[in-house]
């Protein structure tokens, strides 16, 4: 969906264009984006806490950042 995929990357004009408008007038894929913006708030809150846990290495996120770009390059 374009607009998880607008959180990671900038879309051209055409696609902003586009999500925005369809945002406008559907409301289960606006409420799919607010609940996609609150996950990702609370995520970088939790992280931002500081509660003393390392977080993943820097291996592991390697590997997820892979794994990810190669679910969007499909």
């Known amino acids: 969906m374009l607009a998880s995929r607008a959180m990671d990357v ?4 055409a ?13 289960n894929c606006a409420r799919f ?4 913006h609150e996950m990702r708030r ?12 390392t977080g993943l290495t820097d291996e592991a996120r390697q590997r997820i950042a892979t794994e990810l770009q190669d ?3 499909r």
């Not at 609370?42 to 846990?53: C, E, H, Q």
């Open 15 to 27: 696609d902003r264009m586009a999500m925005h408008l369809h945002l406008a007038i559907c409301e």
């Open 10 to 13: 900038r879309l051209p004009f």
């Open 71 to 73: 679910q969007l390059d």
């Open 33 to 36: 984006a607010r609940q996609m």
């Open 42 to 53: 609370l995520f970088r809150a939790n992280a931002d806490a500081g509660d003393g846990a």
